[in-house]
């Protein structure tokens, strides 16, 4: 049994990870905070779980649809996100079946580039490299989970429902100098780009779907699955890309798009270790659930490989996951086919990371 609840609790830890949506550099995922997949047993007495992770990742890559556009590297013109995020979750067990948890995501952002500093119609006199940043309180979530399965009668293998409220108390109208840009080639404050605000300005519906199953006490298979539903369209953050070029004045306001995560994989056991290795989609929508899905948004996906690790000493348990991108894909958006042509099709790029870092560390009182 010692066994059995260790492969659940490791489940607990990566799931920290798995619903922590990276922002994979410019197709702007936010975090969503930890789950709370363990075992809920009447005969352990912990009825808390507090979980804290980082996780770390620097985007550069640029895409539009599948294709790297590797010159904007060669010519150092591409945008650089460094982005670090600390999740601070803490769970209530109620009983057997049902669970609650609260997020509380710290955000700290750095994006590096040319093109917000100086370009006018596709050209930048100044060619020079500046960076704006952003710190802060991000989006807060609640969330309710609940076993469909009777965990007395289903030891082996469960699903866990969950139902959430994420909350808009990221700032979604932070600013920083843009250089360049003014009279004389003077310096402004304005909003920074729309994937190192720290919330989206909406307030959204999570809905996930959690699963296990134990082979035996060492091997076991995984899956999750997490849709946050946003239905507010914009939220009236000016993104400045009109003044960038006249063809982009329907990408002035930032919009508020819904996002999506889904993972599977297979673990293994030995003595206090726990290892899995699975595969990771994270993406945005072109087209959001509820409400309109116009005004900027960078959509597109990433395909990972996702590897993880974690240790368990007593109630403690420390884990670490590496997802690596094998497939980034920025997808044609609703205002990038308002500007297309039978001719000519728009398609925006975006900035993709080649790897995150997570790690962190869960308690259990």
């Known amino acids: 049994m010692n066994k059995l609840l260790s492969t659940i609790f490791f489940t607990a830890g990566t799931l920290f990870i798995a619903h922590t949506l990276q922002a994979q550099g ?46 904007r590297v060669a010519q150092g013109t591409e945008v650089i996100n460094h ?60 969330a309710v989970y609940r076993w469909l399965l009777d965990p007395h009668k ?28 003014g009279p004389n080639g003077t310096k402004e404050l304005r909003e920074v780009d729309q994937s190192i605000q720290l919330g989206d300005g909406g307030t959204g519906i999570t809905m996930e779907l959690n699963a296990y199953y ?15 539903v946003n239905p507010r369209e914009q939220n009236g953050t000016r993104t400045w890309r009109e003044t960038l070029s006249p063809a982009l004045a329907n990408e002035a306001i ?10 599977g994989g297979i673990s293994y056991t030995a003595l206090r270790f726990t290892g899995s290795v699975g595969a990771r989609l994270e993406g945005i929508p072109v087209h959001d659930l509820v409400g309109g899905s116009g005004d900027f948004r960078r959509p597109g996906y990433v395909w990972s490989v996702e590897p993880a690790v974690s240790y368990q000493v007593g109630k403690t348990r420390l884990f670490a996951a590496v997802p690596v991108a094998f497939v980034r894909n920025r997808t044609q958006s ?23 870092v997570n790690a962190g560390i869960s308690v259990r009182f």
């Open 26 to 71: 410019c197709v702007a995922l936010r975090g969503s905070g930890a789950t709370c997949m363990m075992a809920h047993t009447d005969e352990s007495p912990d009825k808390w779980m507090f979980t804290s992770g980082v996780r770390y990742f620097r985007s550069y890559k640029h895409f539009k649809g599948r294709e790297e556009q590797k010159e």
């Open 83 to 142: 982005q670090t995020a600390i999740d601070l979750a803490l769970t209530r067990i109620l009983d057997d079946r049902w669970s609650i948890m609260v997020d509380v995501p710290i955000l700290a952002n750095a994006r590096s580039s040319l093109y917000e500093h100086g370009l006018v119609n596709g050209v930048n006199k100044y060619n020079e490299r500046h960076s704006t940043h952003s710190f802060g309180l991000g989006d807060m979530r609640i």
């Open 154 to 181: 289903h030891s082996r293998g469960n699903i866990q429902a969950g139902l959430g409220i994420k909350f808009a108390t990221g700032d979604y109208d932070v600013k920083d100098y843009w250089y360049n840009v």
């Open 214 to 228: 134990n082979f035996t006490t060492r091997l076991a298979v995984y899956g999750n699955g997490y849709y946050l």
């Open 254 to 263: 930032s919009s508020v798009p819904d996002q999506y995560m889904f993972r």
């Open 334 to 356: 609703v205002t990038d086919k308002e500007r297309s042509t039978p001719t000519n099709k728009v398609n925006g790029d975006a900035a993709f990371a080649d790897y995150v």
